[in-house]
Nanobody, 124 residues
Framework: QAQLVESGGGLVQAGGSLNLSCAAS????????MGWFRRVPGMERDFVAA????????DYADSVKGRFIISRDNAWNMLYLQMNNLKPEDTAVYYC?????????????????WGRGTQVTVSS
């Protein structure tokens, strides 16, 4: 995986929605499982969601289950994170990342390539 670039972050009121995108360059996007992580200043990156190579399997952090949806389009080398019913505690920089592991991974050390992140701010 050569490069990952996130977009779609911004400022939204609590209860609102945002759809993050991650554009992957290079070949073999479908060869990687993908994940979203987030980080607030001074903290480690936290797992948000992951999706398998085909998109058929997903995993979510408990804090976002039922509110966030991860998806991918292998034809366009794109990863998405639909975020609904946003809460102030969702405020963070969101990163997409790719992993060579076949099984879904929830820790940052299992991901090899990272984007630079996109800021999401949820106001109360």
């Amino acid at each position: 995986q050569a490069q990952l670039v996130e977009s779609g972050g911004g400022l939204v009121q609590a209860g609102g929605s945002l759809n993050l995108s991650c554009a992957a360059s290079g070949r073999s996007f479908s060869s990687f499982s993908m994940g979203w992580f987030r980080r607030v200043p001074g903290m480690e990156r936290d797992f948000v969601a992951a999706i398998s190579r085909s998109g058929g399997t997903t995993d979510y952090a408990d804090s976002v289950k039922g509110r966030f949806i991860i998806s991918r389009d292998n034809a366009w080398n794109m990863l998405y994170l639909q975020m609904n019913n946003l809460k102030p505690e969702d405020t963070a920089v969101y990163y997409c990342a790719s992993s060579y592991y076949y099984t879904l991974q929830t820790t940052p050390d299992k991901y090899e390539t990272w984007g630079r992140g996109t800021q999401v701010t949820v106001s109360s």
